[in-house]
Structures are given as structure tokens and as C-alpha cells.
T-cell receptor
């Protein structure tokens, strides 16, 4: 079945460090891929998305490229800030079209000053 | 603020009881999704409704049911509650149901079963 495997956390980085959170997926067909972020005590917010192979999603300095050949959608940011501390979820949407999301386990990021 | 509201914010109840969680989607959104977030299972899709009709079903237990009303708000009913049902329940909404459509999440209802 469809699934997402996400890098185990937690991840602790110093401010201005480079961030990579790995995400790989298994799906039949061609899913859309997403990164959602959950700040403490809040619901999930869409960070970025890509709907087809080689698409790059980007937002707030974060980027991820849909790599069909490696079935990956790794999240990167060149210089993290304390305000980026949150839990990050990789997700794919049901490729059959119903649009329900399959989530990874989440990666908790803590950025220290 | 995503525009999706969920009530109540917290719910504490006992095993064997029944509860109802309520979700109001963003204005204009026709599709509502329910997800469960627990420590052992992570974030799991439960069920989706589109304009009042059930659209997709995930790992939803038979003890759980949902519906979407004509005004598009949705309710998730959980019955014969067990300790393992303690979790954060999220509702999300989207304009349509198509592939890749962004979902907007509510703040969640935290259910504690004692």
C-alpha cells in the first residue's frame, strides 16, 4: 500500500545551520507530495507541495524536489531560525484521486540560538 | 488561523462512553477529512466527505462514524470508547476533492479516555 518513510528525529540544530529531513515514499501511480509543519499546540499547516516528478516546492526558505527515480521528497533549508522549531510531516495524497493524505511519522526539529 | 474550527478543544471521558466531535470547514470548502493523531499510530486518515457524501474511508473503526450535514459542517461520533482511542483528532477541509488539493487543518480536539 501507499506509505511514507520519514527520517527519525528529533533533530537539534544551531541557528543558521543547514537542514535536511529525508522522506521517501511508496505508492502505486503518481501521488502528489507535501510537507506539513505543526507548531506547538496548533494544527498542521501546509509548508510546500509538488504534484509531479521534478517539480520543486518552495516556501519560507524551505525547498523539496519530487524525485520519481529515487521516490524521494527531501526537505531542505539553507539557514534555519529558532522560529522553525516544529514537527515536520512528509505526506502523499492518495493517487487514486480521493486526496486523503498518508503521513510519515513526523520529525521534531529544535533550533537553538 | 486556517479558518477550520473544531469543538470542543479538549474532551475527557470514560471507557464505554460515546462522544461527538464537531468540525466547521472553511467557508466555501466542500470536502471534509478526519484524521487521528496518536503516539503509537501517528497521523492516520479516518474518513472523507464531499458535499454530504462519503468519499473515501481509511483506518476507521466500526465503533466510529461520521457525517456531513447540508451546511457542510461535519461530526465524528466515537462510541464504546477504549483507552486506546485517546488521541488528537484533526479535521481538515478543502475546496474540492481533487488530487493535490491543499487541505487546511483545524486545531484539533484532544480526546482523553480514562
Amino acid at each position: 500500500g501507499d506509505s511514507v518513510t520519514q527520517m527519525e528525529g528529533p533533530v537539534t540544530l544551531s541557528e543558521e545551520a543547514f537542514l535536511t529531513i529525508n522522506c521517501t515514499y511508496t505508492a502505486t501511480g503518481y501521488p502528489s507530495l507535501f510537507w506539513y509543519v505543526q507548531y506547538p499546540g496548533e494544527g498542521l499547516q501546509l509548508l510546500l507541495k509538488a504534484t509531479k516528478a521534478d517539480d520543486k516546492g518552495s516556501n519560507k526558505g524551505f525547498e523539496a524536489t519530487y524525485r520519481k527515480e529515487t521516490t524521494s521528497f527531501h526537505l531542505e533549508k539553507g539557514s534555519v531560525q529558532v522560529s522553525d522549531s516544529a514537527v515536520y510531516f512528509c505526506a502523499l495524497s492518495d493517487p487514486t484521486g480521493a486526496n486523503n493524505l498518508f503521513f510519515g511519522t513526523g520529525t521534531r526539529l529544535t533550533v537553538i540560538p | 488561523d486556517s479558518g477550520v474550527t473544531q469543538t470542543p478543544k479538549h474532551l475527557i471521558t470514560a471507557t464505554g462512553q460515546r462522544v461527538t466531535l464537531r468540525c466547521s470547514p472553511r467557508s466555501g470548502d466542500l470536502s471534509v477529512y478526519w484524521y487521528q493523531q496518536s503516539l503509537d499510530q501517528g497521523l492516520q486518515f479516518l474518513i472523507q466527505y464531499y458535499n454530504g457524501e462519503e468519499r473515501a474511508k481509511g483506518n476507521i473503526l466500526e465503533r466510529f462514524s461520521a457525517q456531513q450535514f447540508p451546511d457542510l459542517h461535519s461530526e465524528l461520533n466515537l462510541s464504546s470508547l477504549e483507552l486506546g482511542d485517546s488521541a488528537l483528532y484533526f479535521c481538515a477541509s478543502s475546496v474540492v476533492s481533487g488530487r493535490g488539493t491543499e487541505q487546511f487543518f483545524g486545531p484539533g480536539t484532544r480526546l482523553t479516555v480514562l
